[in-house]
């Protein structure tokens, strides 16, 4: 198989995918002989697309998966989606608006019916977006958090909690958004700092002897308020505490109450409390049985307790109750006041709180035991600093409303006898009250919170509430991979859930991974399109792996990364610099192929055998020092990278390939092996070297895969092989036969020589063709090594004539010097350059920098730029400045060395 002139990432991807899908190389049974290794994806939401955010997820999990299949692992990843209850259903209700419906038009079931038909017609888009991507998901497990089987362990679950009374319906304060009518939890509850005001009102006391003064950010639901708030050891208020004030406008009387929770450094540091529209006032009400007002309705409209208020919208009434209390004497002032408004996390639509009749779970039982895994170490953060953020949140949870007012979700398997009002909680749907036997029954209609059914995916996706072989083997799973922005969300509920139903952590590490930010380091928001990056772009434009490989190289462990176009071309640069290799390689391998009888069978079975991997070692005498070096350095770097990948630092062995390939086998070995290549007195020479070649291209190849599952298959499929896909091929593993730790501490030693004089002689200005005069003084060890390698370094840095010098003392005049791993570089000016010509160019450049500096700093120093131009813009003119003034400062270095 031969490589194309040009790599064209679009008809390779395809092709492979199509060939892996072919063969199930994704799929997996249970093989009990072998070790589990099972990830289970974060399910997208069935109305999604793909995002950066989704593709460094995916990217990052189908590395460790193909990783662990090569290293004969078990290897399970499950996918599938989720039914994203709010999210689908307000998709649907837009469509059927452009049609001049509504839901209730339809009624529930044929409003059930369309979002059904909208999801297999629309539902899917995701899944292909990841499989574009490359995902080695085991597709013929695909999932739903909404079919048969997700469904039957969400009645089962959730019939056990309520057996145990940690389910349980109630009155309280829950957090509503207006706008998509339904409650949402703490959690989605998104909090933005906005700028607002903070309005001094006037309560005067009840018998006629003076005021106290509230200071509030919502006047509005003081017509709610049923007292009025102070702390207990402010001296200022000691003397009021049981008293009791008029509300103004309502003209009702309220007590003051005293409690800790007050901060006495806010405002006045009185407060007024209104249980019925404000979590903390709420649990104040309940210590001190205060009533509860509900002045604000579920349209976010005011209720007739506001009297002349009722109907209005809340910021209305707000407008129109300031102007009211301002003209009868109440209000004594406004200040300016930034505060954190709670907003929902859909529809951006700000929240209201309400006491509604809901659904809620008792967090307290559930989350002690969650801790405690934790805790114990039964399951691992990684990063190790997400912990805390973890434990924080479970040991200050309040208990989780799970109650959604939507039509598309799992409805609570709840029945409410319409005869004696009996409630009935069952795993299916009962014909008859058990208490007074009426069929007149009738099922709560709100839904559960979408994060109730994906609390259980480790668990219902491999088959519970049945007994299967996959829970069995596959439960617990080996690791969950996600966003930090999720770890409330998502992550704490599978544990508590895990725990509750199984008796056991549902995966033993969590890696968290950072969001993909814009350039400039800011969150991508649909408000700012121009910051908006479709991975399918990308993937068009330079093929899947060139996406993955710019996301995994960007990631460290929990940080965020910027998401930067030239990073993109980076490493499409970067697979144009392996397919150029692999191609100069095969053509090689094609030649040394028709040499084999010149070598002798024995010979040619013996590098062959090398090349594939069959044999891991060669006669000493045969290597080179490049040999021995670029060896050893593979096995370092296949030791490191599965090192890497064992603590999940995915981003730096990334990183570690591209360095290995890029620059030690592409830039250095395939260059020192390119006069063995083009002799024509030697053929075994020809045939040693493509073989090392060949091995060291093809394992390297194998240690990219996860990365660069594509290019990967495409090059190994063309280079000698076992096996029939790099996807189910050993992973390479270290080989101390081809260790050279001397070898490897020579080349380093060559390769900053070779460097160095490389840059004297571009910044010379020395034509390429020349050969130049080098004088190297060094230890008397150091020369040794030099002696016998010097013909590297005159090959490799056109080198015409040198000389090894072991006095470090040694000076030469009217030379250029340098000094690289210890040894002093001499290279006399009379042979590098015409020093008259060369000083004038120099000084030429020297005189057009300065000014260009001087241009520079009168623009940074000017108050007008400095102040009035995009902060990136000034960073850009000084990283320009200091670039300058280096580059005068060699410049002028190079001037005396011609003197």
């Known amino acids: 198989m031969s490589l194309s002139t040009v790599y064209n990432p679009q008809s390779v991807e395809e092709k492979w995918y199509q060939f892996?899908?072919?063969?199930?190389?994704?799929?997996?049974?249970?093989?009990?002989?072998?070790?589990?290794?099972?990830?289970?994806?974060?399910?997208?939401?069935?109305?999604?697309?793909?995002?950066?955010?989704?593709?460094?997820?995916?990217?990052?999990?189908?590395?460790?998966?193909?990783?662990?299949?090569?290293?004969?692992?078990?290897?399970?990843?499950?996918p599938g989606t989720d039914h994203a209850g709010i999210a689908t259903q307000a998709r649907v209700e837009e469509s059927l608006a452009r049609e001049g419906l509504s839901k209730h038009d339809l009624g529930r079931e044929k409003f059930l019916e369309r979002v059904w038909s909208w999801k297999e017609q629309y539902g899917g888009t995701i899944i292909k977006q990841l499989k574009?991507?490359?995902?080695?998901?085991?597709?013929?497990?695909?999932?739903?958090?909404?079919?048969?089987?997700?469904?039957?362990?969400?009645?089962?679950?959730?019939?056990?909690?309520?057996?145990?009374?940690?389910?349980?319906?109630?009155?309280?304060?829950?957090?509503?958004?207006?706008?998509?009518?339904?409650?949402?939890?703490?959690?989605?509850?998104?909090?933005?700092?906005?700028?607002?005001?903070?309005?001094?009102?006037?309560?005067?006391?009840?018998?006629?002897?003076?005021?106290?003064?509230?200071?509030?950010?919502?006047?509005?639901?003081?017509?709610?308020?049923?007292?009025?708030?102070?702390?207990?050891?402010?001296e200022r208020y000691k003397n009021v505490i049981g008293k009791a004030v008029i509300l103004p406008i309502i003209g009702r009387k309220i007590p003051i109450i005293a409690d800790a929770y007050v901060d006495m450094n806010f405002g006045t540091g009185a407060v007024k409390v209104t249980p019925a529209h404000d979590i903390n006032d709420f649990e104040m009400g309940m210590r001190h049985n205060l009533p509860q007002i509900t002045v604000i309705d579920f349209d976010a409209k005011m209720t007739p307790d506001t009297g002349k208020y009722a109907g209005m919208d809340r910021y209305e009434c707000r407008t129109a109750l300031v102007l009211e209390l301002e003209q009868q004497g109440y209000l004594m002032g406004v200040e300016e006041h930034n505060h954190a408004v709670g907003q929902c996390y859909r529809c951006d639509t700000i929240i209201e709180p309400l006491i509604s009749k809901q659904w809620f779970v008792k967090m307290k039982p559930l989350a002690e035991p969650a801790i405690k895994a934790v805790i114990d170490g039964k399951i691992e953060f990684v990063p190790e600093r997400f912990t805390k953020i973890y434990l924080g949140w479970l040991e200050n949870i309040r208990d989780w409303c799970i109650s959604r007012q939507l039509w598309w979700g799992h409805r609570i398997p709840v029945w409410y006898?319409?005869?004696?009002?009996?409630?009935?909680?069952?795993?299916?749907?009962?014909?008859?009250?058990?208490?007074?036997?009426?069929?007149?029954?009738?099922?709560?209609?709100?839904?559960l919170d979408t994060w109730f059914s994906s609390g259980l995916w480790p668990f219902s996706t491999l088959g519970w509430p049945q007994e299967t072989a996959e829970l069995k083997h596959f439960y617990p799973t080996s690791v969950l991979v996600t966003g930090r922005d999720i770890i409330f969300f998502w992550v704490a509920r599978m544990i508590f859930m895990g725990l509750e139903s199984q008796n056991e952590e549902p995966f033993k590490k969590v890696l968290i991974h950072g969001l993909v930010l814009d350039k400039y380091g800011k969150k991508m928001s649909k408000s700012r399109p121009e910051t908006i990056v479709d991975p399918q772009d990308i993937i068009n434009q330079f093929g899947a792996d060139t996406l993955r490989f710019t996301l995994a190289t960007g990631t460290a462990l929990g940080q965020d990364q910027r998401f930067q176009m030239e990073k993109?071309?980076?490493?499409?640069?970067?697979?144009?610099?392996?397919?150029?290799?692999?191609?100069?390689?095969?053509?090689?391998?094609?030649?040394?192929?028709?040499?084999?009888?010149?070598?002798?069978?024995?010979?040619?079975?013996?590098l062959n055998s090398f090349a594939i991997g069959e044999n891991n070692v060669l006669p000493s005498e045969w290597l080179t020092l490049p040999d021995q070096w670029i060896l050893s350095r593979m096995e370092t770097v296949t030791a490191e990278v599965t090192r890497l990948l064992e603590r999940f630092d995915l981003g730096a062995a990334a990183s570690l390939l591209y360095d290995f390939l890029w620059s030690e086998y592409c830039d250095w070995y395939i260059e020192f092996s390119k006069p063995r290549l083009y002799q024509e007195e030697n053929s075994l020479e020809r045939m040693i070297a493509q073989s090392i070649l060949t091995r060291v291209l093809r394992q390297t190849m194998e240690l990219m895969h996860p990365f660069m599952p594509f290019l990967t298959e495409e090059i190994w499929q063309a280079l000698p092989h076992e096996g029939e896909s790099i996807m189910i091929a050993k992973w390479p593993t270290q080989n101390g036969k081809l260790q050279f730790s001397t070898a490897e501490n020579e080349m380093e030693t060559i390769i900053e020589v070779v460097r160095t004089i490389r840059n004297i002689r571009a910044e010379a200005n020395v034509q390429p063709q020349k050969k130049v005069e080098a004088i190297l003084v060094s230890s008397a060890e150091k020369k040794a090594a030099l002696e016998r390698n010097i013909q590297y370094i005159s090959s490799m840095a056109g080198v015409g004539s040198s000389q090894l010098v072991d006095d470090e003392n040694f000076k030469v005049e009217k030379a250029i010097s340098a000094v690289a791993a210890g040894i002093t570089i001499f290279m006399p000016v009379a042979g590098l350059v015409d020093a008259v010509k060369e000083k004038e160019r120099l000084s030429k450049e020297l005189s057009q920098l300065e000014g260009e500096i001087i241009k520079i700093i009168a623009r940074i120093e000017s108050p007008a730029f400095s102040t009035k131009a995009p902060p990136q813009v000034v960073a850009k003119e000084r990283e320009k400045l200091a670039a300058f003034q280096e580059k005068a400062a060699k410049i002028k270095e190079r001037l005396e060395q011609l003197n």
């Open 20 to 78: 892996w899908l072919d063969k199930k190389y994704f799929h997996a049974e249970v093989e009990k002989d072998k070790k589990p290794y099972c990830i289970v994806i974060p399910p997208p939401n069935v109305t999604g697309v793909l995002h950066l955010g989704h593709a460094l997820d995916n990217t990052l999990q189908d590395v460790l998966i193909r990783w662990r299949r090569m290293q004969g692992y078990n290897a399970l990843w499950m």
């Open 417 to 447: 006898c319409e005869d004696c009002r009996e409630v009935i909680a069952a795993r299916t749907e009962p014909t008859v009250c058990p208490k007074c036997g009426s069929k007149k029954l009738e099922q709560d209609s709100d839904v």
């Open 568 to 606: 993109v071309e980076g490493s499409r640069n970067f697979t144009n610099k392996i397919w150029n290799a692999a191609r100069f390689v095969l053509m090689h391998y094609e030649k040394a192929k028709t040499e084999g009888d010149l070598v002798g069978d024995l010979h040619s079975s013996m």
């Open 132 to 234: 574009r991507m490359g995902a080695s998901c085991d597709w013929d497990r695909e999932r739903f958090t909404m079919d048969q089987g997700c469904s039957a362990a969400v009645r089962e679950i959730f019939i056990k909690l309520y057996e145990k009374g940690l389910i349980y319906r109630g009155s309280y304060l829950i957090n509503w958004c207006p706008k998509c009518h339904t409650t949402i939890s703490d959690i989605e509850v998104e909090h933005e700092d906005r700028a607002g005001h903070l309005w001094h009102i006037r309560y005067p006391f009840a018998d006629g002897g003076g005021f106290i003064e509230v200071a509030t950010t919502r006047p509005e639901t003081m017509l709610g308020d049923t007292a009025v708030a102070v702390h207990p050891e402010d």
